[in-house]
């Protein structure tokens, strides 16, 4: 009697929950969105979340327009992580992935994101975040501002929430995000997940093409933000923090920018960096006072 072999089974991918959060996002969540029902992820092992965070425009109209391919909730405090929390909550996803609803994603990214979390010592995969092109000279800096392989390979290392994917059961484990944080509520969570003994994985090949500041007092404002956030993670990690190397003084990060203005060939971009960094100490500074 001849035997024919069985096929081997294969175990299906992990499902996945990608939650987005959105507030007044007219202008932009249909191009996320598009990007997110694109994805070559299997369609039965995905999830598309949109949390509205009381929107005064027509993002939830924009929202529903999806059908029943984007699952549509709603939190009504205020701030991106009070909204990705309420995403984590009805999330049925194994593995929850977050994106903006101002980026638009590569048709592979979720895919590749996933595979970040092979290793079940990993609590963080994150992969690129490129300026979504065209754009402006002041837009292309924020591939520089949001460098993941850098920040995920610093010391010490944190992501970034625009391109971040974490097992469900790790972000319950370490409380989720911190919603007393206005920003920089990936880099507490980043710092407490870390502390809890989990690994970051960066994945060159995750993309994501995000709407970066376009105008110069765009960049000033966000720039500030980053400062008062930073002082805020700093000051809740202080004993953590302890055992790295202390953060470069002021005289030294704006000397460090001044240099690269002898580059002549790319000195838009310099001054852009300089402005940038200016304001983030103006941000710093404004929550020590």
């Known amino acids: 009697m001849t035997v024919t072999p069985q096929p081997a089974k294969t175990?299906?991918?992990p499902s996945v929950s990608v939650v987005v959060a959105a507030y007044d996002a007219a202008a932009v969540v249909g191009d996320c969105l598009r990007s997110l029902v694109a994805l070559s992820y299997p369609k039965d092992r995905l999830e598309i979340i949109v949390v509205d965070n009381q929107s005064h425009d027509d993002t939830v109209a924009i929202v529903r327009g999806f059908g029943p391919a984007v699952v549509l909730t709603s939190e009504a405090r205020r701030g991106a992580a009070a909204a990705r929390n309420r995403g984590i909550a009805e999330a049925r996803g194994e593995i929850v992935a977050f994106t903006d609803a101002d980026c638009v994603v590569d048709p592979d990214w979720l895919v590749e994101l996933v595979t970040g979390l092979r290793d079940p010592a990993v609590g963080i995969a994150g992969g690129p975040i490129r300026a979504l092109r065209p754009c402006t000279r002041i837009a292309e800096l924020g591939e520089d501002i949001h460098d993941h392989a850098q920040a995920m390979q610093s010391t010490p290392p944190y992501a970034i929430s625009m391109n971040w994917a974490s097992p469900k059961r790790v972000l319950d484990e370490v409380g989720r995000f911190d919603e007393a944080f206005l920003r920089c509520q990936d880099v507490d969570l980043t710092y407490r997940i870390m502390r809890a003994g989990h690994r970051l994985a960066y994945v060159e090949s995750a993309v994501v093409h995000h709407r970066n500041r376009a105008s110069l007092v765009a960049?000033?404002?966000e720039a500030r933000q980053h400062g008062r956030g930073a002082v805020a993670v700093?000051?809740?990690?202080?004993?953590?923090?302890?055992?790295?190397?202390?953060?470069?003084?002021?005289?030294?990060?704006i000397l460090g920018r001044l240099r690269r203005l002898r580059d002549v060939r790319h000195l838009d971009r310099g001054l852009f960096w300089l402005a940038f960094e200016l304001g983030k100490i103006s941000g710093e500074l404004s929550v020590r006072s």
């Open 219 to 221: 960049l000033l404002r």
């Open 234 to 253: 700093r000051r809740a990690h202080a004993a953590y923090l302890a055992g790295f190397s202390p953060a470069p003084s002021y005289r030294r990060r």
């Open 11 to 13: 175990e299906p991918p």
